[in-house]
């Protein structure tokens, strides 16, 4: 149980383009979902917090029109990339809220803006 | 800044070996938790310790939490090669929410 999926698992667009990325909750509902933002060999950097039926919440630093969430369902949170550049690219990472108490990770997304 | 501190950045081992890694972090927690990354993909989730728990085991994982020194370990014991990863702790403060991340140990277990 508890698995989340992501999509695309890879997706390589010009720049200026939008791309969206989709995640999951397969088997249980999630509230809220959260995406990050991985560069190489760091840590993972909480972009924002996404809650079923209301907007989302950013991190500081994170424009949120640049980054637009919208987290429709229960079991779905997307992830759009607005006008992306090739500085946005980087590996994308969102997660489920299990039961108030962790998290259930997405495979990741990984992005290059050409 | 909230973000946890993990030692060592890196640990290279022989199999069989026994790995031991250190997180830190600066606030109240509600629990803290650990999580392992393969090159490339998400994050698997290993173990949660809640703040009134001092140890936690699961297969060959053993958790520790101090909470007076605000500091967890992770020990994977008779490590495998297939154990070759990353391996970061987080913690969810008192108040509940989102995961403060460390900054991760990259183990590398040699055959």
């Known amino acids: 149980g508890a698995v989340v999926s992501q999509h695309p698992s890879r997706v390589i667009c010009k720049s200026g383009t939008s791309v969206k990325i989709e995640c999951r909750s397969l088997d249980f509902q999630a509230t809220t979902m959260f995406w990050y933002r991985q560069f190489p060999k760091k840590s993972l950097m909480l972009m924002a917090t996404s809650n079923e039926g209301s907007k989302a919440t950013y991190e500081q630093g994170v424009e949120k029109d640049k980054f637009l969430i919208n987290h429709a369902s229960l079991t779905l949170s997307t992830l759009t990339v607005t006008s992306a550049h090739p500085e946005d690219s980087s590996f994308y990472i969102c997660?489920?809220?299990?039961?108030?108490?962790?998290?259930?990770f997405g495979p990741g997304t990984r992005l290059l803006v050409l | 800044s909230q973000q946890g501190e993990e030692d060592p950045q890196a640990l290279s081992i022989q199999e069989g070996e026994n790995a031991t890694m250190n997180c830190s972090y600066k606030t109240s927690i509600n629990n803290l938790q650990w999580y392992r990354q393969n090159s490339g993909r998400g994050l698997v989730h290993l173990i949660l310790?809640?703040?009134?728990?001092r140890e936690k085991h699961s297969g060959r994982l053993r958790v520790t939490l101090d909470t007076s020194k605000k500091s967890s370990s992770l020990l994977i014991t008779a490590s495998r090669a297939a154990d070759t990863a990353s391996y970061f702790c987080?913690?969810?403060?008192?108040?509940?929410?989102?995961?403060?991340f460390g900054q991760g140990t990259e183990l590398s277990v040699k055959p």
């Open positions: 997660s489920a809220d299990h039961k108030g108490e962790t998290q259930y």
């Open positions: 987080a913690h969810s403060n008192a108040g509940g929410g989102k995961l403060i």
């Open positions: 310790i809640r703040s009134n728990e």
